[in-house]
T-cell receptor, first 110, second 114 residues
């Protein structure tokens, strides 16, 4: 059975203090790993898709990387508007359903 | 381009009742997936529809059902509501041709069962 574990559960940063969120996964054949951002009361917003180990993608202050066992979401010089819950999900080669982790709740203080 | 829309946004029901939620995907998207989100369980996959056919199903009881119409709009139904069905129900759409494409989520329907 696919498993996705995100850490830490919650993270508080000062504005400008860079950090990383972790997503470790167990899946029988990874087709893709996805990062989403979710604000309170809203649906998840798509950020990145990573398909193979070694792949990296960037968007503004966010950079996602992928290895064979985990993915990292690096946040460089975060701002208060980056505060949200970040969700990681995996898709296995044999299916079309996403398996989500519990998420990391990020708070960036001004 | 309009995003995924879900109606209603909020619902309050009592135990034993049934409810129908609606989802309109992004124009051109043929796949619709439904998820349940609760604080304790996170996002859990309910089912996926593609071209009016259920293509995948999660581990939920038969009280949870869905369908998709020819215009790709989808509905999900929950019968005999239980307190534990209180959750945010999210719909996601994707193009879903021969290869996988990203899923885009709607704002969700907040269901409260009293």
């Amino acid at each position: 059975e696919d498993q996705v574990t995100q850490s830490p559960e919650a993270l508080r940063l000062q504005e400008g203090e860079s950090s990383s969120l972790n997503c470790s996964y167990t899946v029988s054949g990874l087709r893709g790993l996805f990062w989403y951002r979710q604000d309170p009361g809203k649906g998840p917003e798509f950020l990145f898709t990573l398909y193979s180990a070694g792949e990296e993608k960037e968007k503004e202050r966010l950079k996602a990387t992928l290895t064979k066992k985990e993915s990292f979401l690096h946040i460089t010089a975060p701002k208060p508007e980056d505060s949200a819950t970040y969700l990681c999900a995996v898709l296995q080669t044999s299916g079309s359903r996403l398996t989500f982790g519990e998420g990391t709740q990020l708070t960036v203080n001004p | 381009k309009a995003g995924v829309t879900q109606t209603p946004r909020y619902l309050i029901k009592t135990r034993g009742q049934q409810v129908t939620l609606s989802c309109s995907p992004i124009s051109g998207h043929r796949s619709v997936s439904w998820y349940q989100q609760t604080p304790g369980q996170g996002l859990q996959f309910l089912f996926e529809y593609f071209s009016e056919t259920q293509r995948n199903k999660g581990n939920f009881p038969g009280r949870f059902s869905g369908r998709q119409f020819s215009n790709s709009r989808s509905e999900m139904n929950v019968s005999t509501l239980e307190l534990g069905d209180s959750a945010l129900y999210l719909c996601a759409s994707s193009i879903q041709g021969s290869s996988y494409s990203e899923q885009f989520f709607g704002p969700g329907t907040r269901l409260t069962v009293l």
